[in-house]
């Protein structure tokens, strides 16, 4: 079945630096791809939309300097976090679809999940 | 159910009995819903969908009902086993943005042997 591979699985980084974390979809082709992020015990909320070729697009009140977010080809989106805090310490998960068109079925893949812990 | 603070509302059963999950939710113009569940440290894994035009749908073990006049959403396991331990989301396709998620609180569900 479809794939949708995150890497890395679990980050550290320290306070001030940017970590990347990508979102690949293994064996078909997305020109959207989804980034969430998830507190614990709390749900996943939408923070942009990628989109191939062309500008994210970000969620009310994510701010899109410090969450960049670069999809260069049609299986791969990358997040950056840049100038990480602690308060940026979050499981964050993609998620991409290889049809342009909804049909009934599971057409929605997500990513396994990278945690990222800022110290 | 409805969560309080940063708790997630749990659902204990004991194994084998059936295990409802209730979901409300916001846009009366939604017409795709999926179910999720998430295990510790992991993604959402998809269970079952259903589209506004039905108002059942059943696959294994599970079975999703939607009531569109109250705008709810449930998630029905039979014969619940250990292995269905996890969270469960249900999500609502944002209207005019395919593959745009809006996710439910989450449910804990807690399967006792």
């Known amino acids: 079945g479809a794939v949708v591979s995150q890497h890395p699985s679990w980050v550290i980084c320290k306070s001030g630096t940017s970590v990347k974390i990508e979102c690949r979809s293994l064996?078909?082709?997305?020109?959207?791809m989804f980034w969430y992020r998830q507190f614990p015990k709390q749900s996943l909320m939408l923070m942009a939309t990628s989109n191939e070729g062309s500008k994210a697009t970000y969620e009310q009140g994510v701010e899109k300097d410090k969450f960049l977010i670069n999809h260069a080809s049609l299986t791969l989106s990358t997040l950056t976090v840049t100038s990480a805090h602690p308060e940026d310490s979050s499981f964050y998960i993609c998620?991409?679809?290889?049809?342009?068109?909804?049909?009934?079925?599971?057409?929605?893949?997500f990513g396994e999940g990278s945690w990222l812990t800022v110290v | 159910g409805e969560s309080v603070g940063l708790h997630l509302p749990t659902l204990s059963v004991q194994e084998g009995d059936n295990s409802i999950i209730n979901c409300a939710y916001s846009n009366s113009a939604s017409d795709y819903f999926i179910w999720y569940k998430q295990e510790s440290g992991k993604g959402p894994q998809f269970i079952i969908d259903?589209?506004?035009?039905?108002d059942k749908r059943q696959g294994q073990r599970v079975t999703v009902l939607l009531n569109k006049t109250v705008k709810h959403l449930s998630l029905q396991i039979a014969a619940t086993q250990p292995g269905d331990s996890a969270v469960y989301f249900c999500?609502?396709?944002?209207?005019?943005?395919?593959?745009?998620?809006?996710f439910g609180k989450g449910t804990k569900l807690s399967v006792k042997p």
């Open positions: 998620s991409a679809s290889p049809e342009p068109n909804w049909s009934s079925g599971n057409t929605i893949y």
């Open positions: 064996d078909f082709q997305a020109t959207t």
């Open positions: 999500a609502e396709e944002n209207p005019g943005s395919q593959g745009n998620l809006i």
């Open positions: 259903i589209r506004s035009n039905m």
